[in-house]
């Protein structure tokens, strides 16, 4: 990655250039922005997303309560309102039945999963004997394959012996191995997120059968009870608080410079002051938000921010595309698993604030518009963070809101658009 450092950086940090010939000269140099920027044109067979982990789309209350009203001219006040309030309830019922059913689904893929490529191979018994390794936990398997990004990354820097990146025969030296793990990103994110939600399937199973239409209600004052699947768009704000996110950038403004950003993005979770590495577990959710931070032993929570770097390693190098073009990267990425990936990396600062510049809109042509433009720049961000990312460590989540690119990024999206 030197190349994209030396010719365009600011402070350590990669900035998109103004010039497309720049752009052009680096994706061609760089072996991550190269796979990071062309997008797979096998569509069919792309495997970055994980749908089923994910809720089905529901249509919003606004538009139920109004095509009840124009398939109902004739009802007028109460009358209109309760057919409104128990079209909702029904819509929101099948929403969570869906989500509870994908949960079940996903348990059962996740089984097949581990009796096959959830496996340690190549390892001999005590009788000298060929046997596969179960790997016992998602941790663990995210953990081992971090390392092997880690072995393969020195083994290539030892093969160039420590030279910049330059380009070899059309193509730029190798930073990593591709093509390095058998399981696609979609399965991948089945098995962390499906470890978490069946945990809270049977307390959620539960809580609809009991409670019915007061479920919403219950999911909206406590949204960790409801798994992934089953969680409402409007709940999305309040499951990824911006609190901690805007106390740490607060902070990191107050007490430091620019010149300094790059030390603190350097820190690893086992040298990062203590504070800020409560505020990242916070703003990540890697703790409990009703359970005061100070009651976390402090090497709980590093060994957790650590857990979670190994985390951002490898799904990055899913989302980077490396893994294969025909698993896909950032530009395949649904507008589902394109906002949870900025969630996790702590790109979004206020997801309510941020989307309201398009929800907010009446004229349907316009939303549309100005909906397609956030979430291209959502992408931008996504690629510039795993470009910054492979060169920092977990301090760089507490910074990244001070380094934004200033690109335009129109005119970035319409290189990519004429490539």
Same mark, same amino acid.
């Given at each position: 990655?030197?190349?994209?450092?030396?010719?365009?950086? #600011? @402070? &350590?940090?990669?900035?998109?250039?103004?010039? /497309? !010939?720049?752009?052009?000269?680096?994706?061609? %140099?760089?072996?991550? =922005?190269?796979?990071?920027?062309?997008?797979?044109?096998?569509?069919?067979?792309?495997?970055?997303?994980?749908?089923?982990?994910?809720?089905?789309?529901?249509?919003?209350?606004?538009?139920?309560?109004?095509?009840?009203?124009?398939?109902?001219?004739?009802?007028?006040?109460?009358?209109?309102?309760?057919?409104?309030?128990?079209?909702?309830?029904?819509?929101?019922?099948?929403?969570? #039945? @869906? &989500?509870?059913?994908?949960?079940?689904?996903? /348990? !059962?893929?996740?089984?097949?999963?581990?009796? %096959?490529?959830?496996? =340690?191979?190549?390892?001999?018994?005590?009788?000298?004997?060929?046997?596969?390794?179960?790997?016992?936990?998602?941790?663990?398997?995210?953990?081992?394959?971090?390392?092997?990004?880690?072995?393969?990354?020195?083994?290539?820097?030892?093969?160039?012996?420590?030279?910049?990146?330059?380009?070899?025969?059309?193509?730029?030296?190798?930073?990593?191995?591709?093509?390095?793990?058998?399981?696609?990103?979609?399965?991948?994110?089945?098995?962390?997120?499906? !470890?978490?939600?069946?945990?809270?399937?049977?307390?959620?199973?539960?809580?609809?059968?009991?409670?019915?239409?007061?479920?919403?209600?219950?999911?909206?004052?406590?949204?960790?009870?409801?798994?992934?699947?089953?969680?409402?768009?409007?709940?999305?704000?309040?499951?990824?608080?911006?609190?901690?996110?805007?106390?740490?950038?607060?902070?990191?403004?107050?007490?430091?410079?620019?010149?300094?950003?790059?030390?603190?993005?350097?820190?690893?979770?086992?040298?990062?002051?203590?504070?800020?590495?409560?505020?990242?577990?916070?703003?990540?959710?890697?703790?409990?938000?009703?359970?005061?931070?100070?009651?976390?032993?402090?090497?709980?929570?590093?060994?957790?921010?650590?857990?979670?770097?190994?985390?951002?390693?490898?799904?990055?190098?899913?989302?980077?595309?490396?893994?294969?073009?025909?698993?896909?990267?950032?530009?395949?990425?649904?507008?589902?698993?394109?906002?949870?990936?900025?969630?996790?990396?702590?790109?979004?600062?206020?997801?309510?604030?941020?989307?309201?510049?398009?929800?907010?809109?009446?004229?349907e042509t316009a939303k549309t518009a100005e909906m397609n433009k956030y979430f291209?720049?959502l992408r931008l961000k996504l690629l510039h963070f795993i470009i910054d990312f492979?060169?920092?460590?977990?301090?760089?989540?507490?910074?990244?809101?001070?380094?934004?690119?200033?690109?335009?990024?129109?005119?970035?999206?319409?290189?990519?658009?004429?490539?």
């Amino acid at each position: 990655m030197g190349s994209l450092f030396t010719k365009n950086a #600011k @402070n &350590g940090f990669f900035l998109l250039p103004q010039s /497309k !010939s720049i752009f052009e000269s680096q994706v061609n %140099s760089s072996q991550l =922005l190269s796979a990071l920027w062309h997008k797979s044109k096998n569509v069919d067979q792309i495997t970055v997303n994980s749908p089923t982990t994910l809720p089905v789309d529901i249509k919003p209350k606004t538009v139920i309560h109004r095509e009840v009203a124009m398939a109902n001219p004739d009802k007028k006040g109460f009358s209109l309102s309760v057919k409104q309030l128990t079209a909702y309830a029904k819509s929101l019922l099948s929403f969570y #039945k @869906n &989500g509870v059913v994908n949960v079940w689904k996903n /348990k !059962s893929a996740m089984n097949r999963i581990k009796k %096959s490529d959830y496996k =340690l191979t190549g390892h001999l018994n005590t009788k000298g004997e060929d046997a596969d390794i179960r790997i016992p936990s998602f941790a663990k398997l995210t953990s081992d394959m971090a390392q092997a990004l880690y072995i393969s990354k020195v083994e290539n820097e030892t093969v160039r012996d420590g030279s910049q990146t330059v380009v070899k025969n059309g193509q730029p030296e190798r930073i990593v191995d591709e093509h390095m793990f058998n399981i696609s990103r979609k399965d991948y994110q089945l098995l962390k997120r499906t !470890s978490i939600d069946f945990i809270k399937l049977p307390t959620f199973a539960v809580i609809i059968m009991i409670f019915a239409e007061v479920t919403p209600i219950l999911c909206y004052w406590i949204p960790e009870i409801t798994p992934l699947t089953c969680v409402l768009p409007s709940l999305i704000p309040r499951v990824w608080s911006p609190k901690a996110t805007i106390q740490l950038r607060d902070s990191r403004l107050e007490e430091n410079t620019q010149h300094s950003l790059q030390d603190l993005a350097l820190k690893n979770a086992y040298n990062l002051p203590l504070k800020d590495v409560r505020l990242i577990c916070q703003a990540l959710r890697l703790v409990s938000k009703y359970v005061p931070i100070s009651i976390y032993p402090e090497p709980v929570l590093r060994r957790r921010l650590q857990d979670y770097y190994c985390y951002l390693k490898v799904d990055n190098y899913y989302l980077s595309g490396l893994n294969g073009k025909a698993s896909g990267n950032i530009w395949n990425l649904s507008n589902q698993e394109l906002v949870l990936a900025a969630l996790e990396r702590n790109i979004i600062l206020d997801i309510e604030s941020e989307t309201k510049r398009y929800e907010e809109l009446a004229e349907e042509t316009a939303k549309t518009a100005e909906m397609n433009k956030y979430f291209d720049e959502l992408r931008l961000k996504l690629l510039h963070f795993i470009i910054d990312f492979e060169n920092y460590n977990v301090g760089y989540l507490g910074v990244n809101h001070l380094v934004e690119d200033p690109a335009d990024f129109e005119t970035v999206m319409e290189w990519r658009r004429k490539d």
